[in-house]
């Protein structure tokens, strides 16, 4: 077995991580680039090199696989400088992206501005044409008028076309034929999205936005994903390249740049994946994930080993993303959250210094008080900057800016401020956090933290108290977690196709022969990847719901010659049972509606045997480097200062305490106790 | 007869205590807590309740309120409809007394003349009890979750019965009833809530909510134990005083001034026409008031909007005045002295039907004071209104099932948004309808028999200016079985205005039998209009007001609005004042900068 690699990008460090033929894993940090994030992958790849000491083309050759987390679909939303995207859409449905079911995201707010469009109104070409929701044709496709939107397209310098027919998910007849003359009429069209195939089911806003940000950002992908593959070719690495979705798995380019949706807010999954294997590696099923960085903090909630996913109300940059994603949620809480006082009341971000200028302590031009800023007055970071030394921090301006715009309005002494501006903060994130458990019926005192990203491990502490929970995991490798997560995920392979009818009234034979279709295409999918059948998890679900409801579920479904009549009955009482189980209630005597059929295949992939090498020093006083006096509420108190980097697995250190790690801090409260385990996480155990 | 006195309901209610003695990063923190209550008692009514209109449109509005009453934090369904979720509280409050509020009683409470905006609107409220400083345990907040239900009795499934004759016609009134007394559940209480209404889900959408305001409840306490009653308390009173604060900052730097303003609802159910709204507000340094005397006041008429409902509409289109980030509490709509003279349309004498009236003139208490203000504010003046009627409804036999469909035609159009000033309109609705979610035809087309054909923005529908208004929609809906009408339409003859110069958006129009030799066209309601299968209803949905003066708009916009089709090549000339040369068919328009100056020139004269 040769050396496995993961590149995650983020926005300020492209983070990589590398398990070598011997299982030692390194890690280390390079600069985004914001540009072309090809470059900073390529370099990551250097640094590693560099570490072993070997000519990247060396390492290379030795490579098995490249796991890559990409930002290019999240930052092509950001900037709406995506391909020029045309739509052909059933006429008298030209509008639906305008009008949002009616939606706007802030009420009280009348100038609010309207989403940049995908594609504006002259570029959505209504055609004439229409299916029953049964899909049945009740308007026949006029092809001349696709003909003539075509080139009208083609007029307006379109280079990606998105089709989008009402009940297409039934019957995909005419927008596969609508494909078929725009590869006549444009044959080097860059791009087609046929809605049915981006998202196999209604309604149809959420389908229209979700194929027009497809075909919007498709484009993009496949040119970096091609511009990567080409360096990497350059400097010698012939094996595969996977990608991580946001459905918490990777696959091919060639799946993914069918589905640059799926790339889509992929970013903060990697992490969570990481820390789902992390955790069960440690013993722990039930956990909240949380990602605390300089400008926002991630969360999400996991059961039983599983993140909670996402299939509905998914809004990402004002558009509505209609596939089932791993449901991290995001708020502007970070190290770098301005703090500021407002006729009398102290606000703590979402406004952010980010990375650049960033908080005051760090020097490089910041002015306003930040959390990082609050740590810092607080001590819970080295001013003496990291173990890794890149640099030193300005506690004194810190200070200074706190009285400033904090203490001084407030009346208050600059700790007491500083404190403030932690408990804010804190408080914002457990707000947060209480919401999305809210939303899923979970209760905090049943689950653990685990906590990871740059500030992950200074807040973790603090978070958990607020939550009433007691166990915290920080892994070593809190600050590159999301490398180290994309290159653990699995291969997922997610498909749906639509069969919308009363349970009662399925065709037994068209149920069967969909479920046949889709394994084909799960198995042409995973083809590239080399995995034998054995490696592959398979799950068969029937979609279903009560009439009138806007969501489905997923209910494990029977194959072949099981799926027979006893069976549907069966599933109807499975649908009751999980739909009471999991929303509180059921209609017994209701017939379920089937939507669809769907498969998920996991294929898995090696998986390291610890995250970070440990020291090898049982005795932590032996790595105690100082002590820094250190404010927990009441008053500042001498806190030891450990080289969490030496310490052994197993070591145990009696809160207060700080234990520096390459790129963060563990701060440890009184009444707190930290372990570092064998897998190379430190376990705190709050009273 | 009971008559309570709804303007004394909504007064002013003291302070919890004298000196609040708290600090404010710990109000910050209880504040957000409570925040973070109001949306876990929302979520819990959408995972727990089974009909999709509590569980799936976001009509949920979850509030917290002090032991007096007075509203300490929200978390918003519909903005308007919210501000009248408090005053039924009150009523409890005073009718029962603080005796009979006890730990572990929960309320329900639906009535427009005891606090309420509109019948199917039931409030579910419970109080939090816990132990003082004295060791004496006592009501510290109130919790309260409100939401709109499918029925609630009366004469027209649905609660929109618009030509009922008095308030009994439209509904079941309860003004305040005990379901959960200590604790123990009120089965005879339940039962009969239960037996008045048509819904069969409808008891378990209650108990939704009923579980919603006890989850609340038990947070409210665990947040109560851990900080203590006093600090809670003075940390509402914290909330209240900085909203407060805000609210004044902001109206002390409009201009002072007294500024009025007229609005007509073409008519009442009944065809009474002309329905009048006066507002006169006076602006004097930081100090707000709102006078509605000498609005309408004959009494024959059928449009009335209870002084609660006056007041959310109010309180809704002021906030979308202010900075949005200013918390919506007692603070804020304290802050406003509310002048509404009983028997006029907007604060009827009891017993009145408010069907209508709830939306209409209800909803145009928005647009006459964004009116009144435009010239003062004119870039915040932009009514936060709708020119509907009430849903169009149609009831028929599925021929598919063999069973009544009613159709509430709920689905999504576009129409009635005003431009503000830097801004085009845009969407469908305006932003106070932001946490609306409506059915589209890929949902409602399988659960009725019809074809929705389309419902693309009108060409030229929504008002000139210098910013545009928001085109309103064409909508086409075939129906796939016989069936009958029910509506009542407004917006034909007062289309939304135009402000500080604009030109109003096009008017409603709505037709039954749309295209058929005997078409029904609405002049003010459809009463159970007969359709047959395979014919066509259609509206033409009103367009948004345009802001400011239509010939100070950029010609690069008005050239882009004609690329887009929001705007004709002939209404660029005809309501701009911009020529445009080469055609749209051959993408080769142009502005004609020249005759475009000297036609502008020539129009301003």
Request: charged share 25%; with cysteine.
């Amino acid at each position: 077995m040769g050396y496995r690699v993961g590149v995650d990008v983020g926005g300020t460090f492209t983070d990589v991580i590398c398990v070598t033929p011997e299982g030692e894993v390194v890690l280390d940090k390079t600069p985004t680039t914001l540009d072309d994030q090809s470059t900073g992958v390529m370099n990551g790849l250097a640094l590693l090199a560099e570490r072993f000491g070997r000519p990247l083309a060396d390492l290379c050759g030795d490579l098995d696989i490249l796991v890559h987390g990409t930002t290019t679909a999240d930052n092509t939303m950001i900037e709406m400088n995506g391909a020029a995207t045309g739509l052909l859409v059933t006429e008298g449905h030209r509008d639906e992206i305008e009008m949002r079911r009616v939606h706007k995201e802030e009420i009280w707010d009348p100038t609010y501005p309207a989403p940049l469009p995908i594609a504006r109104r002259r570029a959505r070409i209504p055609i004439p044409e229409r299916m029953d929701f049964e899909g049945n044709v009740l308007l026949a496709l006029d092809e001349e008028a696709v003909r003539r939107g075509v080139r009208r397209l083609r007029q307006l310098e379109v280079r990606s076309i998105a089709v989008m027919f009402l009940f297409s998910f039934v019957n995909p007849a005419h927008e596969r034929r609508a494909a078929e003359i725009i590869r006549e009429e444009y044959p080097d069209v860059e791009h087609i999205s046929l809605s049915h195939e981006v998202m196999a089911r209604g309604p149809e806003f959420e389908r229209t936005s979700t194929t027009l940000v497809n075909a919007y950002v498709a484009p993009r992908i496949a040119a970096y994903v091609g511009q990567l593959q080409e360096k990497l070719r350059s400097a010698g690495y012939g094996g595969p390249l996977l990608i991580m979705q946001s459905t918490g798995g990777v696959m091919p380019p060639e799946y993914v740049s069918r589905r640059a949706v799926s790339l889509l807010a992929s970013g903060p999954t990697g992490g969570v994946m990481g820390a789902a294997l992390a955790a069960s590696r440690a013993g722990v099923g039930d956990f909240v994930a949380v990602d605390m960085g300089g400008t926002s903090f991630d969360l999400c909630l996991v059961r039983d080993g599983r993140p909670e996913i996402k299939t509905d109300w998914n809004w990402r940059y004002r558009y509505y993303i209609g596939l089932p994603m791993v449901d991290v949620q995001s708020v502007g809480a970070g190290g770098g959250s301005i703090a500021r006082v407002r006729q009398g009341a102290l606000l703590v971000g979402p406004e952010s210094a980010g990375s650049n200028p960033g908080p005051v302590c760090y020097g490089r031009g910041g002015t306003r008080p930040t959390v990082t800023d609050a740590d810092a007055v607080l001590g819970y970071l080295p001013a003496d900057g990291f173990a890794g030394g890149r640099m030193t921090l300005d506690v004194d301006s810190a200070r200074a800016a706190i009285e400033r715009d904090v203490a001084g309005p407030l009346g208050i002494d600059v700790v007491e401020a500083a404190w403030g501006v932690e408990r804010i903060v804190n408080a914002n994130m457990a707000d947060a956090t209480r919401r999305v458990l809210a939303s899923h019926g979970a209760d905090a005192r049943d689950l653990a933290l685990i906590a990871y990203g740059g500030n992950g491990a200074v807040h973790a502490w603090a978070i958990a108290a607020e939550l009433g929970i007691d166990r915290i995991l920080v892994p070593r490798a809190a600050p590159a977690f999301s490398a180290l997560g994309v290159l653990v995920a699995d291969y997922v392979v997610d498909l749906l196709r639509a069969y919308v009818v009363p349970l009662s009234q399925v065709e037994l034979g068209r149920l069967r022969g969909l479920l046949i279709d889709l394994r084909d295409e799960a198995a042409k999918e995973l083809e590239p990847t080399g995995l034998t059948l054995d490696q592959i998890d398979i799950g068969v679900f029937a979609q279903m719901c009560y009439p009138g409801q806007n969501f489905d579920m997923s209910v494990p479904a029977p194959e072949g010659d099981a799926l027979d009549e006893p069976a549907l009955l069966d599933l109807a009482e499975r649908f009751h049972d999980q739909h009471e189980r999991e929303r509180g209630f059921c209609f017994r005597n209701q017939q379920p509606l089937l939507r669809g059929a769907r498969l998920v295949a996991r294929g898995t992939t090696p998986k390291p045997d610890h995250f970070a090498e440990p020291g090898t020093e049982p005795d932590a006083d032996a790595t105690r480097t100082g002590t820094r006096s250190a404010y927990f509420g009441s008053e500042f108190v001498d806190t030891p200062v450990f080289d969490g980097t030496r310490l052994a697995g197993g070591a145990t250190i009696a809160g207060p305490a700080q234990i520096e790690e390459p790129f963060t801090v563990v701060v440890v409260p009184p009444g707190t106790t930290a372990r570092l385990d064998e897998l190379g996480n430190y376990e705190l155990t709050l009273d | 007869m009971t008559d309570v006195d709804m303007v004394q309901l909504a007064g002013h209610r003291g302070r919890l205590i004298d000196v609040p003695d708290v600090d404010i990063v710990t109000a910050e923190v209880i504040r957000g807590a409570m925040e973070t209550i109001c949306f876990e008692m929302a979520v819990y009514v959408s995972r727990t309740a089974t009909t999709p209109i509590l569980n799936q449109s976001n009509e949920r509005n979850a509030t917290i309120l002090d032991a007096k009453g007075r509203l300490a934090a929200l978390s918003v369904g519909i903005p308007q409809f919210m501000l009248t979720s408090t005053l039924p509280v009150r009523f409890a409050l005073d009718f029962f007394g603080e005796d009979e509020f006890c730990e572990g009683d929960v309320f329900a409470a639906n009535d427009p003349y005891h606090g309420g905006g509109h019948l199917p609107d039931y409030n579910v409220f419970a109080p939090v009890f816990a132990e003082g400083e004295d060791g004496v345990r006592r009501m510290v907040l109130i919790a309260s979750i409100q939401c709109h239900h499918g029925d609630t009795g009366g004469g027209v499934p649905g609660g929109y019965n618009v030509t009922a004759g008095d308030i009994w016609g439209e509904g079941v009134r309860w003004p305040a009833v005990k379901v959960i007394d200590r604790g123990v559940e009120r089965r005879d209480v339940l039962y009969a809530l239960q037996t008045n209404n048509r819904i069969p889900s409808y008891i378990g959408d209650l108990r939704a909510q009923i579980g919603a305001a006890q989850l609340a409840c038990e947070r409210l306490e665990r947040l109560i134990d851990r900080y203590g009653a006093s600090v809670v308390e003075g940390s509402v009173d914290h909330m209240v005083d900085y909203a407060a604060r805000r609210f004044r900052e902001e109206v002390g730097a409009w201009p002072d001034g007294v500024y009025e303003a007229d609005a007509y609802v073409d008519h009442d159910p009944l065809g009474n026409p002309d329905i009048h709204l006066h507002v006169k507000i006076t602006v004097d340094g930081d100090k707000l008031t709102i006078d509605y005397t000498g609005s309408d006041t004959r009494q024959e008429i059928q449009a009335w909007s209870t002084f609660g409902n006056t007041r959310g509409y109010t309180v809704g289109q002021i906030a979308s005045m202010m900075d949005p980030e200013i918390p919506k509490n007692e603070g804020f709509f304290d802050q406003i002295e509310l002048i509404v003279p009983k028997g006029c349309v907007l604060n009827p004498h009891p017993d009145r039907p408010v069907s209508a009236g709830t939306h209409h003139p209800g909803a145009d208490v928005g647009e006459v004071i964004a009116v009144a203000m435009q010239h003062v504010l004119p870039d915040k003046a932009v009514p936060q209104t709708y020119k509907t009627g009430i849903p169009t409804i149609i009831v028929g036999q599925d021929p598919r099932t063999g069973t009544t469909f009613t159709d509430h035609s709920a689905e999504v159009y576009a129409g009635w948004c005003n431009a503000g000033k830097g801004m085009d309109a845009w969407g469908a609705q305006n932003a106070s309808f932001g946490n609306l979610w409506k059915a589209t035809a890929e949902i409602n087309e399988s659960l009725y028999p019809h074809i929705q054909w389309g419902r693309d923005y009108r060409t030229d529908s929504g008002g000139p200016g210098q910013w545009r208004g928001l085109c309103g929609s064409h909508y086409e809906k075939e129906v796939r079985a016989d069936a009958k009408v029910y509506t009542y339409v407004v917006g034909m003859k007062y289309p939304m205005p135009g402000i500080c110069g604009g030109e109003p958006g096009e008017p409603n129009r709505m037709v039954i039998r749309y295209g058929s030799d005997d078409e029904f066209v609405v002049k003010h309601t459809a009463d159970w209009v007969p359709i047959s299968a395979g014919e066509r209803v259609m509206y033409d949905y009103g367009g948004g007001g345009g802001w400011g003066n239509p010939l100070d708009r950029d010609p690069q916009a008005v050239l882009d609005d004609v690329l887009d089709e929001y705007v004709s090549h002939g209404a660029a000339e005809r309501d701009y004042g911009v020529v445009l040369t080469g055609t749209l068919e051959d993408l080769t328009l142009t502005v004609d900068e020249g005759a475009t100056a000297k036609l502008r020139a020539s129009r301003r004269r």
